[in-house]
């Protein structure tokens, strides 16, 4: 793959809803896309940046300049013999996996399409559909939430998680489990709870959760393995995980039963895969999480929920529950049984809308091979 130009370019799209979580409130998200142009195939994919460094430390400006001063000098001009390649072109660049990875998923796009299959078959992937939760935000009440839970259940996802945060938690986990004894059901905490909160923590045992996902320090992973050993329910990493040597450490010292990956978080889909076959070795449950990503971003999630290991359902879910209108036509659909059919046409296998994108994009930036 001969690389001739990235172009990127950031746009402001309002929620349908506000998103609440442990960190704060997101109403409207700045996505920031990458268009990768390589032997005449252009390749897309989303870098998946929080607005501020609250996730992790990476803001959509600190990916941009990565970009444009670090990563796209590295590869403009160059050859390379597959997407997977990058990683060794980019081993010297610390961090900043967000931004890596929307270059190498946009090369896995543009690979899939040069060989005219789907990226979820490059990637290895075998399911031909993916099983679909959703992830509620923060709410103002137990009603109010319940409402949304039979929304969603109503729709068919097939599990539903709850984020949390002290003083919004345990009364709100009760009433959903109470109101529903058989769903599947787990929390996110977005690390808004530190070790003194141990003997609080417990009392989620009793809810009977599929997982608690990052309750603590989003950088820690030793302190959650002190908490794992003292609760019933499994502990699922999200935030703490950034590599395959991150899950081993986690899953040899006990930190996680279940690992949520992100591709973005753990810097694109070579590393996405990494992890995903250390989890299979080791018979630990996988899912892939999101980024409250637009089609292009959650396109890429379909395919990596393709792949062995993803036993659980993620947190991949409609367009229409982000969006009036998405970036890909037609918009991600969920089936009356909860799940995403797997595209079975090359590259990402859905229309990316040009039109919209230009609409939309407030800053726009390109590169060229010299
Ligand atoms: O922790 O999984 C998370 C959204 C933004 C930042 C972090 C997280 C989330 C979600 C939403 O839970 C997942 C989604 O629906 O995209
Ligand atoms: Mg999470």
Known sequence: MHIEAVTLRKLKMRLKTPFETSFGITRERTVVLVELLADGVTGWA???????PFFNSETPETAWLVIRAFLAPLILGKDLRCASEV????????????ARAGIENALWDAEAQQKGVPLAKLLGGTHPEIKCGVSLGLQASPEA??????????????????????GQDLDFVRAVRNSHPDTLLSVDANSAYTLADIEHLKRFDEFNLLMMEQPLWWDDI?????????????????????HSRDTEAALDLGAAR???????????????RQIQALCLARNIPVWCGGMLECGIGRVHNIAVSSLPGYTLPGDVSASKRYWDEDLIDPPVE?????????PTSPGLGYHVRRDLIERWTTEKETWRAR
């Open 46 to 52: 989303e870098v998946t940046t929080s607005e501020g």
């Open 87 to 98: 990683t060794q072109t980019f081993a010297a660049i610390r961090g900043h996996e967000m």
């Open 145 to 166: 939430l319940l409402k949304k839970v039979a929304t969603e259940l109503h729709a068919g996802y097939q599990r539903i998680k709850l984020k949390i945060k002290p």
């Open 222 to 242: 030793f302190n959650h393995a002190r908490l794992q050993k003292q609760l019933k329910t499994p502990i699922c990493l999200d935030e703490s995980i950034r």
């Open 258 to 272: 279940i690992i949520n990956i992100k591709v973005g978080r753990v810097g694109g889909h070579t590393s996405a």
């Open 334 to 342: 969920v089936s009356p049984r909860g799940t995403i059919p797997v």
